[in-house]
């Protein structure tokens, strides 16, 4: 069986790596894009994985009590968005703690997930994960080149099919990449689905397809909100202001292709927490 993970890592357009330490306007909020892809993939019938920062937790009770109650996955993606590498690890293991919590008070069950933000995480905070509580962990991307990532450490993990990986009853769920020319092509990513032209993304992920057994998208609010762009905080690169507008008028019809596409090919669409279950059944 083929199987595919949808994620949306819920945090708004400021808490994004390039506007950190900036003077945004958080009044002005693109979470709008949580309902847009909701409805996109109710029109399916397709569960997903939601990585929800804990400090805005409290403005989307409603919605993330429904999205439980409905059968989708509600995890931990930290609580400010500060990149886990750049903490230390106490204030880390606090906050991890402290959104898992917030998030089990909200929809009164067992969180199980937990996703670094920029994927930043290594072997020694993974190990804080597991031991917090968290039963997944997918923080795990093969990136070459890219400065932001954590390079994550799996000895003594057991690989149940490529991508999924585990440990006692701790999954890892390592995020799609691609490797094409020497480099990994995050076939996975928001960002590259908004910014390819959606013929080549096709190729490149039909590709993907065809060779693997996990396949895992993630994508943010702000990509899918209907509103206009924020009025970028002072300083802001202007790389980094073309970057976030590109490809968000298309990528609502592309996230549909791509549905229609994985479907085509087999896979069957899950959750992470229902993915691990899966596994365990199979190892006994
Ligand atoms: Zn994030």
Sequence with gaps: MKYAVFSLDIEDWYHLDYFSGKECDRSYSMLDGLDVYREILESYDIPSSYFVLGEI??????????????????????????????????????????????????????????RAPCFSLDRERLDIVNKVGYKI????????????????????????????????????????TLPLAGRQIPVSGGGYLRIFPWIIMKKMIEYYLEKNNLFTLYIHPFELSSRTNPDFPDGTAGSNKFRFSL??????????????????????????????????????
């Excluded at 998030?103 to 067992?110: F, M, S, T, V, Y």
């Excluded at 923080?139 to 149940?160: A, C, E, M, V």
């Design 57 to 114: 937790a409290d403005s989307l009770k409603t919605n993330l009590k429904e999205l439980s109650e409905q059968g989708n996955d509600i995890a931990s993606h930290g609580w400010g968005h500060v990149r886990p590498l750049t903490m230390e690890v106490v204030p880390f293991e606090s906050e991890i703690k402290a959104s898992k919590e917030k998030l089990e008070n909200i929809i009164g069950k067992q969180v199980m997930g937990y």
């Design 137 to 176: 962990d997918s923080s795990r991307i093969k990136f070459t080149n890219h400065p932001l990532y954590g390079d994550l450490n799996l000895d003594g993990f057991q690989q149940n099919i490529p991508a999924i990986y585990s440990l006692d009853d701790f999954f890892e769920f390592e995020v799609s």
């Design 247 to 284: 490809g968000r008028s298309t990528v609502i019809k592309k996230l549909h292709a791509l549905i229609k596409l994985i479907q085509e090919k087999g896979y069957q669409f899950t959750t992470f927490s229902a993915l691990r279950e899966k596994m365990i059944h199979q190892k006994t």
